[in-house]
């Protein structure tokens, strides 16, 4: 098993920035190494939604209304995935889960960190 812990949540006015980071607790080469990595966010009253991924060899994806204002990135040394989040918007504003899938098809979620855009 693999626990995984989200920090770098909080509040930030429109316009503002933030780092996301997600922690796994164990080094198992199928999941660090070989996993895929996803942010996922789900705001009040709607659906989860896939925000980011990140490759095994490093190739990344994003939503639409995310795109150019966010930056995924994993060191599989350290065991980690961040999110790097600019020019934020009130609609930004969600719950925000790390997602990790190993080569296996076994996933693992973080607990969630709140992002809130507020002025």
């Known amino acids: 098993q693999v626990q995984l812990v989200e920090s770098g949540g909080g509040l930030v006015q429109p316009g503002g920035s933030l780092r996301l980071s997600c922690a796994a607790s164990r080094s198992i080469f199928s999941v660090i190494a070989m996993g895929w990595y996803r942010w996922y966010r789900q705001a009040p009253g709607k659906q989860r939604e896939l925000v980011a991924s990140?490759?095994?060899?490093?190739?990344?994806w994003y939503a639409d209304s995310v795109k150019g204002r966010c930056t995924i990135s994993r060191d599989n040394t350290k065991k980690t995935v961040s999110l790097q989040m600019t020019s934020l918007k009130p609609e930004d504003t969600a719950v925000y889960y790390c997602n990790i899938v190993g080569s296996g098809g076994d996933a693992y979620w973080g607990q969630g960190t709140q992002v809130t855009v507020s002025s």
């Open positions: 990140i490759t095994p060899g490093g190739s990344t």
